[in-house]
């Protein structure tokens, strides 16, 4: 069956430590994968889009990989802050149609 | 933020009642989606549209109709609604099927 998996658990760092967030997919052949946080009682916020043919995107304090080997995309936040703490959602576009998948999320607490 | 509404923000409706819910945009994308979340399942899509009168079926469309008449505005309609669409129902655009997506402060819908 098809499956999108982010860490299983919530995840706490502190303040200036890198937290890095895992996605694994199971049965897609996804065309791209995007990134999203998400804050109580809010709709999701776009953060970073990397394509198959990428290895690695970076925009400010984050970073995305993603290996079509592995099935997994990696995403990082450098120089962590309270206010990164958030719920961050991993989803992918199948190559071929246009179904839209999302993973349930990492809940991320940096603690100060 | 882009311009994205949503209505009604919250409604309590009771089983067997039509339900219709809209999405309106201001930034004129042709994509537009309906979503639910749901915990443990994480963002789910029901329906999406790539143009006037041009809508497909997502994940979970069963007990679920779309109509989009002009560019601006997708409704999503429950023709009768149950327990088990008790959910938070987001509408998201974007400009074409591998950009980013723009989230609607979502909907909270219970049916008693």
């Known amino acids: 069956s098809q499956k999108i998996e982010q860490n299983s658990e919530a995840l706490n760092i502190q303040e200036g430590k890198t937290a890095t967030l895992t996605c694994n997919y199971t049965?897609?052949?996804?065309?791209?994968l995007q990134w999203y946080r998400q804050d109580p009682g809010r709709g999701p916020v776009f953060l970073l889009l990397?394509?198959?043919?990428?290895k690695e995107k970076r925009k400010e304090r984050l970073k995305v990989t993603f290996d079509t080997t592995l099935k997994q995309s990696l995403f990082h936040i450098t120089a962590s802050q309270p206010a990164d703490s958030a719920t961050y959602l991993c989803?992918?576009?199948?190559?071929?149609?246009?179904?839209?998948?999302f993973g349930t999320g990492t809940s991320l607490t940096v603690i100060p | 933020d882009a311009g994205i509404t949503q209505s009604p923000r919250h409604k309590v409706t009771e089983t067997g009642t039509p339900v219709t819910l809209r999405c309106h945009q201001t930034?004129?994308?042709?994509?537009m989606y309906w979503y639910r979340q749901d915990p443990g399942h994480g963002l789910r899509l029901i329906h999406y549209?790539?143009?006037?009168?041009?809508?497909d079926k997502g994940e979970v469309s069963d007990g679920y109709s779309v109509s989009r008449s002009k560019t601006e505005d997708f409704l999503l309609t429950l023709e009768s609604a149950t327990s088990s669409q008790t959910s938070v129902y987001f509408c998201?655009?974007?400009?074409?099927?591998?950009?980013?997506?723009?989230f609607g402060p979502g909907t909270r819908l219970t049916v008693t």
């Open positions: 998201a655009i974007s400009e074409s099927r591998d950009y980013e997506q723009y």
């Open positions: 049965n897609y052949s996804p065309a791209y």
């Open positions: 990397i394509r198959e043919n990428e």
């Open positions: 989803a992918l576009e199948e190559a071929t149609g246009n179904q839209f998948y």
């Open positions: 930034e004129n994308h042709r994509y």
């Open positions: 549209s790539y143009g006037v009168k041009d809508t």
